[in-house]
C-alpha cells in the first residue's frame, strides 16, 4: 500500500487553537487518500506563513521524502491546497523539480497535481513551464536594461547585473532565513549569482550589503 505524508499549514495561531483550519485539509486529504488506498502520515506546521519553505514540519518532510528511493518508507507529499504547501510558484516548481529527481510524487489536490499520475505530471510541467518562462522574461528584460546602461556610459558592476527580481527575492528569503538557508533555498528555485554560478552563504552576504547599501 503506498504510504503519504500528508502535509497540513494553518498561518495563524488562533486557526491552530481552533482546529478548524487544520480540520478541513485533514478531512480533505484523508477523503483522497482513501480513494487511492494510500496510509497518511501527518506532518503539521502551526501558526506559520507559506512566504518561505524554512518551516520545522516541511523541512522534516522533505527529509524524509529525499533519501534514496530504497530506504524511503513513504511515497510522496499530499496537500489539500497549493497554499498550504507554497505561495510561491517558484518555490513549487523547485519542490517539483527535487520530486522528479528523487523520484517521489507531489499531489495539490486543489489544482489537480498529482504527480504519480500522467495528467498530474502534465499539470506540474505546465507549472514549471510557467515558472521557467518568468525567469527568462525577467533574465530578457534585465539584459534590456544593461545594453541601454551601458550605451548612456553608466558601469554596470555585478550587483547590477543580478536581475531586480532575484535581489528582491533573496532579501525576501533572507527575512526568516540563515545566510546557508537562503543560498539554498536560492538554488533550490533555479535562481543563480550574477556570474550564473550557485549561491553560497558568502555570496549571499555579499550581494545582501550592497543591495542594501543602495
Known amino acids: 500500500?503506498?504510504?503519504?505524508?500528508?502535509?497540513?499549514?494553518?498561518?495563524?495561531?488562533?486557526q491552530a487553537s481552533s482546529g478548524l483550519g487544520l480540520d478541513a485539509q485533514r478531512e480533505s486529504i484523508q477523503r483522497y487518500a482513501d480513494a487511492h488506498d494510500w496510509n497518511v502520515v501527518w506532518y503539521v506546521d502551526e501558526g506559520l506563513s507559506a512566504k518561505s519553505l524554512d518551516r520545522p514540519q516541511l523541512q522534516a518532510a522533505l527529509d524524509r521524502v529525499h533519501v534514496i528511493p530504497k530506504r524511503?518508507?513513504?511515497?510522496?507529499?499530499?496537500?489539500?491546497?497549493?497554499?498550504?504547501?507554497?505561495?510561491?510558484?517558484h518555490d513549487f516548481s523547485g519542490i517539483l523539480k527535487l520530486a522528479a529527481a528523487r523520484r517521489w510524487?507531489?499531489?495539490?489536490?486543489?489544482?489537480?497535481?498529482?504527480?504519480?499520475?500522467?495528467?498530474?505530471?502534465?499539470v506540474a510541467n505546465v507549472m514549471m513551464s510557467v515558472a521557467e518562462w518568468e525567469r527568462e522574461v525577467i533574465g530578457e528584460r534585465t539584459s534590456v536594461a544593461m545594453q541601454?546602461?551601458?550605451?548612456?556610459?553608466?558601469?554596470?558592476?555585478?550587483?547590477?547585473?543580478?536581475?531586480?527580481?532575484?535581489?528582491e527575492r533573496l532579501l525576501a528569503i533572507r527575512v526568516t532565513n540563515t545566510l546557508a538557508g537562503t543560498a539554498a533555498q536560492l538554488n533550490?528555485?533555479?535562481l543563480t549569482t550574477a556570474t550564473g554560478l550557485p549561491w553560497t552563504g558568502n555570496a549571499v552576504a555579499k550581494v545582501q550589503q550592497r543591495l542594501s547599501a543602495h
Open 148 to 167: 541601454a546602461a551601458k550605451r548612456a556610459g553608466r558601469h554596470m558592476g555585478r550587483v547590477s547585473m543580478l536581475p531586480q527580481a532575484t535581489g
Open 72 to 89: 524511503r518508507d513513504v511515497d510522496g507529499i499530499v496537500v489539500a491546497k497549493l497554499d498550504r504547501l507554497s505561495r510561491s510558484v
Open 188 to 190: 533550490t528555485e533555479g
Open 105 to 122: 510524487s507531489v499531489v495539490a489536490i486543489d489544482l489537480g497535481v498529482d504527480t504519480s499520475t500522467p495528467t498530474g505530471k502534465l
Open 1 to 14: 500500500m503506498t504510504a503519504m505524508i500528508g502535509y497540513l499549514r494553518v498561518s495563524t495561531e488562533e
